[in-house]
């Protein structure tokens, strides 16, 4: 079994409630909400206005500089483009389609004739033309992600550890879909240009590990199943390559300086289908699971649907739910509304209803040290949260917050209930805002010193 990374947790993986339950689909929505951010980069633009026909995989945001195309995920007329609620707060700019269902596929999903025959270039493009992001959560483009690497990397890891408690859609797809992941991780090895792709799966989905290897045998793949040790945060990136390869990620380091490229289940699965059928992203695999959910299940649904509906699928909620959260419970984002859409990168929709909330209003820290231990990123949570809510932004940065995975591990860990991952996302955007702070006055100060050379040259 794989070797483990430093620091984490062992939290109850509450996987149960959905492990055993086969991936739905979901009746289709009268309504999509498509927010044109669903990737990591600036948003898309709409190429459609209210009143235009679209079909099913048409393109209807186009990206510029880092970022992936939208496309329709239902066939219907397009009701309006404007601003709407979505997951990561506030209003995003958004394409509402009313679904006429009668699931016409777009003139611009065209399988390839030989899919075993394209080049690494024309792979590439599908990729890109497919809207491909990290569907784990990160939304990282993918073609960029490929791109960047080739030449670099020697190692190339399907992340099949779904560490986070509760999300089982990971599994599910790794048990239901083994020849989607199997073929789309050889057209890694073929773009990568190596002779095997590893596929890490926590040892808490021994079915998972069974299936896939029963589908490497039968093609002869060269794809190995890694057998990971549970321990949260095992699914972020640099940890599990860290498991795998034993060489760690350096401070502010990507995997790509030493030689990896991580990809998630269910992007492999999208590298698949856009190589084979050319079809671009449009739909999702969700957990809908918690304490809060009658019945939970695992739900492949169009992007864009409204989460309600999900709760509906799920026999609704229960009395008293009082927390949404998108995606998992260590590192999902607090939701005020289910009038939000499912995103490329929505993995889970959780709600809690039971005596779950361990909030502490005015917490102390009494100095334990247990979030050091628990830290993965070898960080000091204790000190980076007196800086940040002193606003001792230098301190914070010469504590290297910008390492800060915000996994939850150490808020997790603490037995004084302290605020420490969400007082590192606020720590974060203090010191990029100092640095940009920085940056302008730098540049406002060179601009100034030219203007006076300029006047004493005249
Ligand atoms: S775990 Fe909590 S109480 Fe212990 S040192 Fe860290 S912040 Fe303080
Ligand atoms: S949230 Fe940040 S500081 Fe806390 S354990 Fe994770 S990486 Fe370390």
Redesign the pocket.
Known sequence: MAQAFFGGVHPNDMKAATNEKAIEQLAPPAEVVIPMSMHFGAPCTPLVKAGDHVKVGQKIGEFRGLGAPIHASVSGTVKAVEPRPYSMGGNMMSVVIENDFKDELSEEVKAPADPDALTVEQMIEMVKDAGIVGMGGATFPTHVKITSGIGKVDTVIINGAECEPDITGDHRTMLERPEEIIGGAKFLAKMFGVDKVVIGVEDNKRNCIDAMNKVIAEQKAPVVVEPLRCRYPQGGEKQLCQAITGRQVPPGGLPADIGCAVFNINTTCAIYRALTQGMPVVKKVVTVSGSGVVEPKNIECPIGTPVSKLFDACGGLKDGTFKLICGGPMMGMAQYTADIPVAKGTGAMLAFAEDEERTVETPQ????????SACPMHLE??FM?QYASKGMVDELNDAHIMDCMECGA?SY????R?H?THMFKTGKQMVKDKMAADKAAAEAKKKAAEEQKEAVNK
């Open positions: 820290c009494i100095r334990c040290g247990k979030c050091v949570p204790l949260y150490c860990i603490c037995p004084a302290m420490l």
